[in-house]
């Protein structure tokens, strides 16, 4: 079931992604909070505005598909799949535990509504390339989504995908990549540079559409587009601020990762639910 929030649904949606988020690293002790944050607004477009998905059936064979190639940001997978109703909002909780469904990496045979497992960079855009043909070959009327990390590109195997999904005209393929330009070590422009990414899709055959990803209208705007597209895949390149949302973490290469201690949870969900 495909549904359509408002604008303002969707901003309220994305928050409460990110309360989510950062309850459930808390309650976990380690995660990937900083680019779990920044993805916030394409979590609800996608899950609550664009795509195709029964959370009563998550097998559905004609469902929508997602891949979050970023595998490490999990816990905003996991808060837009509680939000949406794939399980109860209390399992967020037990994030990282050992008895726990939620893996610090998306597990599609643990987690419902999860389409492909995910975590080891790079492989991630190479499956959804694979259900985005496999959609063709057989007829069927899916779409295919994923989100890259900025980071993630500097993979090879990312390429291979792109050149594929490029050579095969994929226009049922959308990829969003997370360019907030910070990757675990520092900046990405410094570790090892992506840019030009416009460029770069562009010479692999691919549409490319710019966004403010923490903007939903430019962001559904942008989706519009991607379907319009006849022939080509879509990245649709998100400007994001890592860790967005919570003043002490946006623009911090150390909250790639790390645990929330009992100060900064209070901090952060103050600034949230304010």
């Known amino acids: 079931m495909k549904l359509a929030y408002s604008s303002e649904e969707l901003k309220k949606t994305a928050n409460d992604i990110r309360i989510n988020i950062v309850e459930s690293i808390h309650c976990g002790g380690s995660g990937h909070p900083g680019?779990?944050?920044?993805?916030a607004e394409m979590m609800a477009v996608l899950y609550f505005h664009e795509m195709d998905v029964d959370e009563k059936n998550p097998k559905w064979e004609d469902r929508d598909r997602f891949v979050?190639?970023?595998?490490?940001?999990?816990?905003?997978?996991?808060?837009?799949?509680?939000?949406r109703g794939y399980f109860d909002k209390e399992v967020l909780k037990t994030l990282r535990h050992i008895d726990s469904i939620l893996q610090g990496h998306p597990d599609m045979k643990k987690v419902?509504?999860?389409?492909?497992s995910t975590g080891s960079l790079g492989q991630g855009i190479s499956a959804a390339a694979g259900m985005a043909r496999f959609a063709k070959q057989t007829g069927k009327g899916f779409r295919v989504y994923s989100i890259l990390g900025d980071g993630e590109i500097q993979e090879g195997q990312v390429w291979e995908a792109v050149m594929?999904?490029?050579?095969?005209?994929?226009?049922?393929?959308?990829a969003f990549l997370d360019n907030n330009d910070l990757q675990i070590d520092g900046h990405v422009s410094a570790e090892m540079s992506v840019y030009p990414i416009r460029e770069k899709f562009e010479a692999f055959g691919w549409n490319v559409v710019e966004a403010d990803g923490h903007d939903v209208d430019e962001l559904v705007e942008a989706v519009a587009k991607a379907k319009a597209c006849e022939g080509k895949p879509t990245l649709i390149?998100?400007?994001?601020?890592?860790?967005?949302?919570?003043?002490?973490?946006?623009n911090q290469?150390?909250?790639?990762?790390?645990?929330?201690?009992?100060?900064?949870?209070?901090?952060?969900?103050?600034?949230?639910?304010?």
């Open 112 to 116: 419902p509504g999860v389409d492909m």
């Open 253 to 274: 290469v150390g909250w790639h990762g790390g645990a929330i201690n009992d100060e900064q949870y209070e901090t952060a969900m103050k600034e949230l639910k304010g």
């Open 164 to 174: 594929s999904a490029g050579h095969f005209k994929l226009d049922n393929l959308t």
């Open 237 to 250: 390149w998100c400007k994001t601020v890592k860790g967005k949302g919570v003043s002490f973490m946006e």
């Open 35 to 39: 680019g779990s944050l920044s993805i």
């Open 68 to 83: 979050l190639s970023k595998g490490h940001a999990a816990p905003a997978y996991y808060a837009a799949l509680a939000e």
